[in-house]
């Protein structure tokens, strides 16, 4: 299995920036889709950055042009770098592995989830 290890979250006021990691272990040698998932409408989590083993990125629309994600294959970690930040990204955040055995077929990891607290 993949274990996830979260950290960087924490409160900021308005217009800051945090930076979000995520180091992964365990049965990691596979193609992997590392990235940040948080609550939604409907208690749903919904995507907010993800990348691909490739370097390929995928942002929500609601943090386009604010949030940039990357990877570390080496260390197998992922980061979000989370700047101009508002108060509706509060929110808990988690980090999530898509470990991809086929185009078919694939696992999902989870961490324990990171709070993000953005407030005057």
């Known amino acids: 299995q993949v274990q996830l290890v979260e950290s960087g979250g924490g409160l900021v006021q308005p217009g800051g920036s945090l930076r979000l990691s995520c180091a992964a272990s365990?049965?990691?040698?596979?193609?992997?889709?590392m990235g940040w998932f948080r609550q939604g409408p409907g208690n749903q989590r919904e995507l907010v950055a993800v990348i691909t083993s490739g370097g390929r990125a995928t942002y929500a629309d609601s943090v386009k042009g604010r949030f940039t994600i990357s990877r570390d294959n080496a260390k197998n970690m992922v980061t979000l770098q989370m700047n101009s930040l508002k108060p509706e990204d509060t929110n808990v955040y988690y980090c999530?592995?898509?470990?991809?055995?086929?185009?078919?077929?694939?696992?999902?990891?989870w961490g324990q989830g990171t709070q993000v607290t953005v407030s005057s």
């Open positions: 365990g049965s990691i040698l596979a193609n992997i889709r």
């Open positions: 999530n592995v898509r470990k991809y055995y086929s185009s078919v077929d694939s696992e999902d990891f």
